[in-house]
């Protein structure tokens, strides 16, 4: 996949230079070809950790009453003038329109954290744009058809004690909230953060939100409460615009 990763340090001269044609020029239109339509990764955000390939398409809608030849799409980070962040694929190293005068163009990213995302700064809004070419040479290109968030990804965990315990006594719930880094390649504790404590009886399906609890400065939760049934404990964490949502494995407390 042809892609650029651009530090946010360097100008806005020297990003340009790095963007690929037809990238580095504006919005364009030559002829009757028009671009829309565009959907990153099904509608949902996309995830990234630190190690772990992301891999996730990105579709839009082509039209030419001659047909379509050839797409791209575009996803960046910033202002298309000066971008801090650049990913692009086009026809030659995978994306493809399907056959007639209005059709929908596929590009599949995969994302690599060490090689595609070298700041944390580059999580929450990234922005969307894409190009095509029609069979007598016109074509369209748009460079602000919607956004998408890429996120931090989450982990959560917890912790019900003691065990078993006695009914209408006191329990304690203890977990942590971190997400990746995508500077050192680890994960660190997610600070100050509004986390759900929730509960499922034994027997049903569903958990309940039972009360909110801040995680602190190391990114770990604690908080008490009373035991009533048997059932399962787990910590949710509903997610930003830079951090995707996590759920901790429900945790099984034995109430005598």
């Known amino acids: 996949m042809r892609k650029f990763a ?7 001269a020297l990003a340009l230079t790095a963007l690929a044609a037809p990238a580095a020029h504006a919005d364009t239109v030559v002829g009757d070809t028009t671009v829309s339509n565009v959907v990153v990764n099904g509608g ?4 990234i950790g630190t190690t772990n390939m992301v891999t996730f398409k990105v579709t839009f809608k082509a039209s030419d009453p001659a047909g379509i030849a050839s ?14 962040a650049f990913w692009t694929q086009d026809s030659e190293d995978g994306t493809t329109c399907a056959s007639g005068t209005t059709v929908t163009c596929t590009s599949t990213y995969t994302i690599v954290p060490e090689y595609d995302l070298h700041y944390n700064a580059f999580a929450g809004t990234w922005h969307i744009g894409a190009y095509a070419k029609a069979k007598d040479g016109d074509s369209a290109k748009k460079t602000n058809l919607g956004t998408f968030h890429v996120q931090r990804y989450s982990k959560l ?9 006695v009914k209408g006594r006191t329990i304690t719930v203890t977990g942590k909230l971190t997400r990746a880094n995508w500077e050192d390649h680890l994960y660190h504790g ?4 509004p986390v759900k404590l929730q509960f499922r009886k034994a027997g049903t399906s569903t958990y309940s939100t039972v009360k909110t609890v801040y995680t602190d400065s190391s990114g770990n939760l604690k908080t008490t409460v009373t035991a009533s049934a048997d059932g399962y404990w787990r910590y949710y964490f509903p997610g930003t615009t830079t951090t995707a949502a996590a759920k901790a494995t429900g945790d099984f407390l034995d109430v005598k």
């Open 157 to 165: 965990t917890v912790n019900a004690s003691p065990e078993p315990v």
């Open 6 to 12: 651009i530090g946010a340090a360097l100008s806005g």
């Open 44 to 47: 949902k955000d996309v995830a």
């Open 190 to 193: 997610y600070t100050k953060q």
């Open 71 to 84: 797409g791209q799409t575009y996803l960046y980070h910033g202002t298309w003038a000066d971008p801090d």
